[in-house]
């Protein structure tokens, strides 16, 4: 049990590390339109585990409730949507191919404020992987431990582009590849942090596990809707977007299905 918690708490970690490392062998960055189909392939991701691997396992532990059943989940997933909301607007962060920087006012470099905003992204990705492993260490019967690997293993999966598209920007900027690539992997560190924390404290109320799993679909639908859709929409129109955000919704959706 403890082995296979281990990996799947660092199973996103390393998705970020190795898109990171992109920087070493790739000389030039990532087009805009590449750019926009990793943008929208990792909000598909993020949507459906959204959806299977939090909202419904949670709309599951309280499905005796009757018509109120659903309660919990409403109340965990604005929960989340209002964390994130709060540290959007607290924490000084600049969006890719964006000019003014959101949150408080702050004398960062750019560069920071870059990893800053990945780094947000990260947040509730960490928290999703962290209270699902907390409810199968917890026993709590609608989850398993194909369902938890495979949320980290998606997770893992989108993760691997953003690690190269925050990199590789970095050192189109100046950066060494070195610091480029420290920049990448900065930025996804805290989701192994934010992962255990999680279990610290979820694993202790088991009866409000229900909350603690909306409130990280509530986190992570905010980040894709407040910052991912906007991305992989801007400019010139294409589609490109949203055909991989489908690729990337139907991925995960098969993964949890087929593997929890």
């Given at each position: 049990m403890l082995g296979s918690i281990l990996t799947g708490l660092l199973l996103p970690f390393l998705g970020t590390a190795a898109g990171s490392a992109c920087v070493c062998f790739?000389?030039?960055?990532?087009?805009?339109?590449?750019?926009?189909?990793?943008?929208?392939?990792?909000?598909g991701v993020m949507t459906a585990a959204s959806i299977w691997s939090l909202l419904i396992p949670a709309m599951e532990m309280t499905a005796?409730?009757?018509?109120?059943?659903?309660?919990?989940?409403?109340?965990?997933?604005w929960g989340g949507i209002l964390f994130l909301l709060v540290l959007d607007s607290i924490i000084p962060h600049l969006h890719r191919n964006?000019?003014?920087?959101?949150?408080?006012?702050?004398?960062?470099?750019?560069?920071?404020?870059?990893?800053?905003?990945?780094?947000?992204?990260?947040?509730?990705?960490?928290?999703?992987?962290?209270?699902?492993?907390?409810?199968?260490?917890s026993g709590a019967e609608t989850m398993s431990a194909g369902g938890a690997f495979a949320l980290a293993l998606g997770i893992a999966i989108q993760n691997f582009p953003?690690?190269?598209?925050?990199?590789?920007?970095?050192?189109?900027?100046?950066?060494?590849?070195?610091?480029?690539f420290l920049g990448g992997v900065l930025s996804g560190a805290v989701e192994p942090v934010g992962a255990v924390l999680t279990i610290l404290f979820a694993g202790l109320f088991l009866p409000v596990m229900p909350y603690f799993l909306s409130f990280a679909a509530g986190a992570m639908?905010?980040?894709?809707?407040?910052?991912?859709?906007?991305?992989?929409?801007?400019?010139?129109?294409?589609?490109?977007?949203?055909?991989?955000?489908?690729?990337?919704?139907?991925?995960?959706m098969t993964l949890d299905v087929a593997l929890g």
């Open positions: 790739m000389k030039r960055g990532l087009g805009r339109q590449v750019e926009r189909a990793l943008t929208g392939f990792a909000a005796d409730g009757g018509r109120l059943a659903c309660l919990p989940a409403v109340a965990g997933f964006a000019q003014k920087a959101e949150g408080l006012p702050s004398k960062l470099t750019r560069t920071t404020m870059m990893v800053l905003a990945v780094t947000l992204h990260n947040i509730p990705e960490g928290m999703a992987v962290g209270v699902v492993y907390a409810g199968l260490r953003e690690g190269a598209i925050i990199s590789l920007p970095l050192h189109a900027e100046g950066k060494s590849q070195g610091k480029a639908i905010y980040v894709v809707v407040e910052e991912l859709i906007p991305e992989m929409s801007e400019g010139e129109h294409s589609n490109i977007g949203v055909v991989l955000f489908s690729v990337g919704f139907t991925l995960m």
